[in-house]
């Protein structure tokens, strides 16, 4: 299983200091500043014409220019620092890195002409006080929140060792694949899965259209429902190929559909300034290459399929003339290459700004590229990668950082926590996923409490859906408790996600198909995930992979959906074991279509009145049965 070297010893919140590189271009920014405000009083200083001391006065403070033409003009400094508030806000975003240079040198230059032959005289002191009041508040905010840090992360620590073995002692055991079977609520979300993935490749019903830039963009409703199906086959189907794999390769596809990708268009023109080359997988957007890597891997870990290697088969195509061939081999340098460049060792989503959340799917997908083509990616970076998230973006609470810009160090208030980041960490971590675990289950236990009999979590309603930026749901919260519950094996935690889930969100079955009315697309998304995710599932599925077995003998890949839905299916490389669901109107007779047979060989389907089948040359047999109600098959060679 790939970990990495040191993780204890680097889990640990490091002495509240902030790492090399971020004080470094703390120190570049301030330094900037500095010089804007020096190079601002000059032509104050020498009495330069009012025009050169309105833009002078503009560089202290966004819009303070205007305090120098006086009268109704000085109401344009408060309007201007609001619109520079949503540059840096469209700069956040959508990397659109010229957004707020604009505001402030717009305001400077367009201040120069409105002021007369001579500046209103209290200007400079207004804008000099107004500038000095502005930064000795966030200095004051920044102290006071870092007090607040300090003393959360010498709680942290000194709950730490009970916490962890709190944690460890609920661990439930990983269940042997021998046992595993979807039950019906993990059934009715897989065909609320299936019903998107098996659409047509260019089709979007039932997803979620709010913008392409942030978290409730397609190509991570995409990732998603990838990566759920992905879950479902590796951990629970692996000889069940069908519509399965089919619903995974449509996803794959739809993923380079222009209208999921082409945002980088605008990215690089705004924030990398590229008018020429918009290659969206090559510099930094880890929010692409991370999610969509691990996405595609998965797929090919659960079902063998090598076509995803091969030059070219991942191509983004934005025109007649704009095409960027990629394959899995290139997806997953870019990653690499990008961690080996970047000072942080983290790279950025937007440009400009690194989500640590983004860059843990992005070391989580070479985990899994390094299983499946023997490359020694995460060894090269591990410790490096790990040192800086402790260094560079951990608070002194213990805590990681939502997110940081890259270019001025400083960090960005966004709503996030931990809790989205443990499952990742144990992909490569495991030590380090258990502290950042732990002291979460032991914060949720105080908010368990019963109603109607049963265990709920009773969060505040002020939770976000990050798939359609609703305030008030806790459905997309108790979705993200669930996989991490489940991940670390709490079963109890787990258990009252889904008791709130089915008290608060709305839960409708309808023909079959279950999903949670007050969630987003990808809120169901992630219920899905934790409904199917058990002990170390979401490790073994990047570190592992299914039982080599598996990828061999027997498997089912045909048969009607949604007539029939697959609660099971395990070879052992000779014999398949099958459990079968037919749907709410399926007609008992139900055709089976087996592939990767011995040619010519005979079959028994155990299950099914001993029915004898043979291969065809080219290893594939059908044979109709009949369901009634939830059905168990065994293939084997006829003795």
């Known amino acids: 299983m790939a970990t990495i070297a040191g993780d204890v010893g680097n889990a640990s919140p490091?002495?509240?200091?902030?790492?090399?590189?971020?004080?470094?271009?703390?120190?570049?920014?301030?330094?900037?500043?500095?010089a804007l405000l020096i190079l601002g009083a000059v032509p104050v200083a020498t009495g330069a014409s009012a025009s050169w001391q309105a833009v002078g006065i503009g560089l202290w403070l966004p819009g303070a220019g205007f305090l120098a033409a006086g009268g109704l003009w000085t109401l344009l400094l408060p309007v201007t620092l609001l619109l520079f508030a949503l540059a840096i806000f469209a700069w956040f975003g959508t990397g659109a890195i010229v957004a707020p240079p604009i505001v402030w040198l717009g305001a400077a230059a367009l201040a120069s002409l409105a002021v007369g032959h001579a500046i209103w005289a209290p200007a400079p002191y207004l804008a000099a006080g107004l500038t000095l009041a502005l930064l000795g508040w966030l200095y004051w905010r920044a102290a006071r929140r870092r007090a607040a840090d300090v003393a959360m992360g010498r709680q942290r620590a000194a709950i730490m060792p009970m916490a962890v073995e709190q944690a460890e002692a609920r661990r439930a055991a990983q269940p042997k694949p021998e046992v595993r079977e979807l039950d019906d609520d993990q059934l009715g979300m897989m065909r609320y899965l299936l019903d998107r993935g098996l659409q047509p490749v260019g089709a979007f019903q039932g997803f979620d259209k709010r913008d392409q830039f942030q978290t409730a963009a397609l190509r991570y409703q995409i990732n998603w429902l990838g990566s759920d199906l992905a879950t479902a086959q590796a951990c629970y189907c692996p000889g069940f190929h069908g519509y399965l794999s089919l619903a995974q390769r449509n996803l794959i596809e739809k993923f380079l559909d222009r209208r999921v990708w082409d945002y980088w268009v605008l990215e690089s023109l705004w924030g990398h300034l590229n008018a020429t080359d918009w290659d969206p997988a090559a510099k930094d957007n880890i929010m692409l290459t991370g999610y969509y890597g691990g996405q595609v891997l998965l797929y090919m870990s659960a079902t063998?399929?090598?076509?995803?290697?091969?030059?070219?088969?991942?191509?983004?195509?934005?025109?007649?003339?704009?095409?960027?061939?990629?394959?899995?081999?290139?997806?997953?340098?870019?990653?690499?290459?990008?961690?080996?460049?970047?000072?942080?060792?983290?790279?950025?989503?937007?440009?400009?700004?690194?989500?640590?959340?983004?860059?843990?799917?992005?070391?989580?997908?070479l985990v899994a590229y390094d299983r499946l083509f023997g490359t020694s990616y995460v060894a090269e970076i591990g410790e490096r990668w790990l040192d800086s998230l402790d260094r560079e973006f951990t608070t002194a609470a213990g805590t990681v950082l939502p997110l940081k810009s890259s270019i001025t160090g400083f960090a960005f208030p966004f709503p996030g926590s931990d809790l989205g980041l443990t499952i990742m960490a144990n992909t490569f971590a495991p030590e380090r996923a258990m502290r950042m675990w732990a002291p979460i289950a032991m914060g949720m236990r105080r908010m368990l409490k019963e109603e109607g009999g049963k265990p709920i979590l009773a969060l505040p309603d002020k939770s976000i859906d990050f798939g359609n930026y609703r305030k008030g749901a806790r459905t997309f919260a108790m979705g993200a408790m669930m996989m991490a519950a489940n991940e670390f094996g709490d079963v109890e935690l787990a258990r009252a996600a889904a008791n709130t889930l089915d008290l608060w969100?709305?839960?409708?079955?309808?023909?079959?198909?279950?999903?949670?009315?007050?969630?987003?697309?990808?809120?169901?998304?992630?219920?899905?995930?934790?409904?199917?995710?058990?002990?170390?599932?979401?490790?073994?599925?990047?570190?592992?992979?299914?039982?080599?077995?598996?990828?061999?003998?027997?498997?089912?890949?045909?048969?009607?959906?949604?007539?029939?839905?697959?609660?099971?299916?395990?070879?052992?490389?000779?014999?398949?074991?099958?459990?079968?669901?037919?749907?709410?109107?399926?007609?008992?007779?139900q055709r089976l279509g087996f592939a990767r047979l011995q040619p010519g060989r005979c079959y028994r389907l155990e299950g099914a009145g001993n029915l004898s089948i043979a291969a065809d040359t080219q290893g594939r047999a059908s044979v109709d049965v009949n369901l009634a109600g939830r059905t168990a098959f065994r293939l084997a060679p006829a003795t």
């Open 14 to 34: 490091r002495a509240w200091r902030a790492g090399p590189v971020t004080r470094a271009r703390q120190r570049n920014t301030l330094l900037l500043y500095l």
């Open 505 to 589: 969100s709305e839960r409708t079955e309808r023909e079959g198909v279950l999903y949670f009315r007050k969630g987003s697309n990808l809120a169901n998304c992630a219920i899905a995930q934790g409904l199917l995710l058990r002990t170390d599932d979401f490790r073994d599925l990047y570190a592992k992979g299914p039982d080599p077995r598996a990828l061999t003998g027997p498997i089912l890949d045909e048969v009607a959906y949604p007539e029939v839905m697959v609660a099971r299916a395990l070879g052992d490389g000779q014999a398949l074991e099958l459990v079968l669901v037919p749907g709410p109107s399926a007609a008992p007779a």
């Open 304 to 365: 063998g399929d090598r076509r995803y290697a091969e030059p070219g088969s991942l191509t983004f195509r934005l025109n007649g003339r704009n095409a960027w061939p990629h394959d899995i081999h290139t997806i997953c340098r870019s990653i690499y290459d990008n961690f080996r460049r970047s000072a942080y060792c983290l790279y950025p989503c937007e440009p400009n700004w690194i989500y640590p959340g983004c860059n843990l799917y992005g070391i989580r997908t």
